[in-house]
């Protein structure tokens, strides 16, 4: 891969954690949960307001990163520390999302449906483009993969467990913080979680071959 190529790889994921950002905030602004891997940053968001989703989120992300640091050790990459720098860019992504929607009135329950579904498609979009970016993954995934090279566990079961693990610490959070009710985790968390899958590939089946060559083609001719 040519640096040419390479940087206009690394720009489509940083446009690629735009809209996935987009798709968090457009989900929250819904008020019926958020992806399973931003639950817990959510529930902290709610209980301490002074803080936004996005500060949130960042602060979750560094956790994870120190996480695939302490699983990993000698094999964790110094590559993998620009995970940093794009998990501020992805917190700020998602705070001018919530701007953007915040002037939306929300006065439904079939609203609230309508803009988690919206915000499962602008996401499953945003991770359909870092896929095929190819370049890093998001700490999430990053976290999900280090415990399966260390455990050998096959990678989509592990990160079939840490969603569920997500969303079950967000409720035990969300108990604790609001004296037994659940806030923030609830059935769009649920959508997100089926449909956003189906999402990514659909967008990766029609859109991997004509990125895939426009970023081949520009490489040679730049």
Not at 92 to 121: E, H, R
Not at 207 to 217: D, E, M, T
């Amino acid at each position: 891969m040519s640096k040419k190529e390479k940087v206009k790889r690394y720009i489509l994921f940083i446009i690629s954690l735009f809209f996935s950002a987009l798709g968090v905030a457009i989900t929250k602004h819904g008020a019926l949960g958020v992806s399973p891997i931003s639950s817990v940053a959510n529930v902290f968001s709610i209980k301490f307001t002074t803080i936004s989703l996005g500060t949130w989120l960042i602060l979750w992300n560094c956790i994870l990163i120190i996480g695939q640091i302490i699983i990993l050790r000698k094999d964790f990459k110094i590559i993998q520390l620009l995970q940093i720098p794009l998990s501020f860019l992805f917190g700020y992504f998602t705070d001018f999302g919530m701007w953007c929607v915040s002037p939306i009135a929300v006065n439904s329950y079939s609203v609230q449906i309508l803009f988690v579904l919206i915000g499962v498609i602008v996401l499953g979009f945003g991770i359909s483009l870092s896929v095929i970016a190819n370049v890093i993954m998001n700490s999430g995934e990053a976290f999900v993969k280090a415990i399966s090279d260390k455990s050998g566990k096959n990678f989509g079961n592990i990160k079939i467990g840490f969603d569920v693990c997500n969303v079950i610490l967000s409720l035990i959070l969300s108990m604790l913080l609001f004296k037994g009710t659940i806030i923030g985790t609830r059935e769009g968390t649920i959508i997100t979680a089926v449909f956003t899958g189906i999402v990514v590939k659909f967008f990766i089946k029609i859109l991997n071959s004509p990125f895939q060559k426009v970023l081949a083609i520009n490489s040679i001719y730049c």
